[in-house]
C-alpha cells in the first residue's frame, strides 16, 4: 500500500474513534439529564405531599385548639380560630378562687371546680338540714292551726244546733210562752257562753298563728345568720394550713399559720397528703409552740410509716377558723385540769366567744359533767343531766350545734 494511502486509513479510522467517542458522551450526558430530572420531579412530589400533611396537621391543630377555647371561654367567638386568652383566664381564675376562699393548693381550673363542687355540696347539705327543720316546724303549725280550726267549727256546729233548738221549741209551743221563755232565755245564755268560748278560741288561734310566724321568722333569721358562718364547716378538702418543715427523727414540723392567724397552744389538726386531689390522712400533730406567722407541731398517730409526714402536706380543723367570730354557752359542770372561767379564756383564744343566753349569734352549746347543784346553788339528790337543762332544749328547739366537752378536746387538747 502506498504511504499516501495509509495515511487517508489513518485519518478515518481517528475520525471514526472521535465520533463514537462523541456520541458516547453525548449518550452519558443525556442520561445523566434524564436522571437529574427524575430526582427533581421525585423531590418536587414529596415537598407537595409533606406540605399537604403539614397544612392537614396544622388545620386539625387550629380546629382542636378553637373547640378546646370554645368549651374553656375567655375567647372571640366571632373568630373562626378563636383561642382562649390566657391574661383573661388567670385574671378570672384568680378572682373566683378570691370570691370561694380555695386554699392555696388549688392552682388550675380543675382543682377549682373540684374545690367549688365540695363547698357547694356541703352548703348543700348543711341548707337541707336547717330546711328540713323548717319544714318540721311548718308542719308542726299546721297540725296546730288544723286543731284550732276543728275546736272552732265544732263551737260553730254546737251554736248552730242550740239556735236551730231555740227556734224549734218557740214555733212549738205558743201555749206554753212563759216556759218557752225561759228556755229560750237558758238557751240564750248558753249561746252567749258558747259564743264567749269561740270568741276566746278564735282569739287562742289568732294567738297561736301569730307566735307560729314568729318562731318561724325566728328559725328564718336564724337559718340566714348561721348560713353566713357555713365557711368554718370546712370539709376535709379546706386546708387551714400546710408543712413548712419536718423533722423525722424528732416527729416535729412547722406549719405556716401561726399567732397572727389565732393558733394556740393545744390546737389538734388532722395531716392529709397535699397532692392535688388526695384525701388520704397520714397523722394527727399538736401545737407545741406558736411564732406570728408560723406555728411548732408535735407529731402523732402516724397511719403509715411508709407514708410519713412531708413539706407540703396540709392541716385541717373543722372548729378551727381564723376570721370569723363565734359564739358559744357552757351548759353543766365544768371542773378538772379546766374550771369554767379556765375554759372561757381557752375558747376566747380560738376566737370562740362564750355567752350567758343564747340568741340567734349562738354557733355552739358546749356540754359539760353532770350537776349537783340546783339554779340556787343547793345540793339535789339526784345529779342533774345537761340535757334536763332549760338552756339544753332552747338550744335543740333553735339548731344551735351541740357539742360534748370531749368531742371538742378531740380538736384542742386541753
Known sequence: MKRSQRGAVRVSIVWMVVTLVLFFVALFIAYMGFDA????????????????ESEKT????????????????????????AATNLATLKTDLEDLKSALNAPADVKDLKGLLAFAKTEYQARGKEVA????ELNEARRKAAQAESGLRDAIREKETQIENLRRQLNDQTEASAQKQQED???????RAQASQLDT???AANAKYEEAVRMNAESIKTFETRLAVQGQKLRFLKEPQAADGAFLAVSKDLSIGWIDIGAN??????TVFTIQS?????????????????????????????RDAFDPVVPGDVVYNPLFDPKTERHAVLAGRFSGKY???????????????????LDLNTDYLIVGGELYLDADGNPVETPIQPSELPVYKEAESKGVVIMALKDLRSYFAF
Do not use: P, Y
Not at 261 to 266: A, L, N
Open 181 to 187: 221563755s225561759k228556755i229560750a232565755d237558758a238557751l
Open 58 to 81: 396544622t388545620g386539625e391543630a387550629k380546629k382542636a385548639l378553637s373547640e378546646l377555647s370554645t368549651l374553656v371561654g375567655w375567647a372571640d367567638a366571632a373568630e373562626s380560630s
Open 129 to 132: 338540714g336547717k330546711e328540713d
Open 274 to 302: 397535699g397532692k392535688v386531689g388526695s384525701t388520704t390522712q397520714k397523722a394527727r400533730c399538736e401545737v407545741t409552740s406558736v411564732e406570728q406567722s408560723r406555728a411548732e407541731v408535735r407529731i402523732f398517730d402516724v
Open 37 to 52: 430530572k427524575a430526582k427533581a420531579v421525585a423531590e418536587a412530589q414529596t415537598d407537595k405531599t409533606a406540605r399537604v
Open 261 to 266: 392567724q389565732r393558733v394556740s397552744r393545744g
Open 197 to 199: 268560748e269561740l270568741r
Open 339 to 357: 374550771n369554767e372561767k379556765e375554759l372561757k379564756d381557752l375558747l376566747g383564744m380560738m376566737g370562740i366567744t362564750v355567752q350567758e343566753t
